[in-house]
């Protein structure tokens, strides 16, 4: 009756993680199952960016900004400079938000 249980235990925990309700556990380690799909923005400027509209906007306005419109995950790209990344990462701690430090380089081609 005991290995019945364990197993109707074991395949009720399966299910539910099979339908993401609970996270997959191997040994004491959790892990997911399968793809999970995130919104991501992979090139976001900042006021760093002599291209940036909004340049009085505080990382954590920012930061709440796009929390707002759903995405889990940014990578800031600003031009030439690395200068609002760690600002950025500060003012996204706590958040599930996560922040890709990147730098778009200007380069010059003199034919």
Known sequence: MKCIRDLNSYIN???LTLIGKVPLKIGN??????????????HIHTPASNCFIKKDITPEQLV???IQKGLDAIAI???NTGEFIDRIKKA????????????????????
């Open 29 to 42: 380690t959790k892990m997911s199952i399968g793809l999970q799909f995130k919104k991501v923005d992979l």
């Open 64 to 66: 709440q900004e796009v």
């Open 13 to 15: 925990e399966l299910c």
């Open 77 to 79: 790209t600003d031009h």
């Open 92 to 111: 996204s701690a706590g958040t599930s938000l996560t922040i890709f430090p990147r730098v778009e380089i200007t380069a010059l081609v003199i034919v």
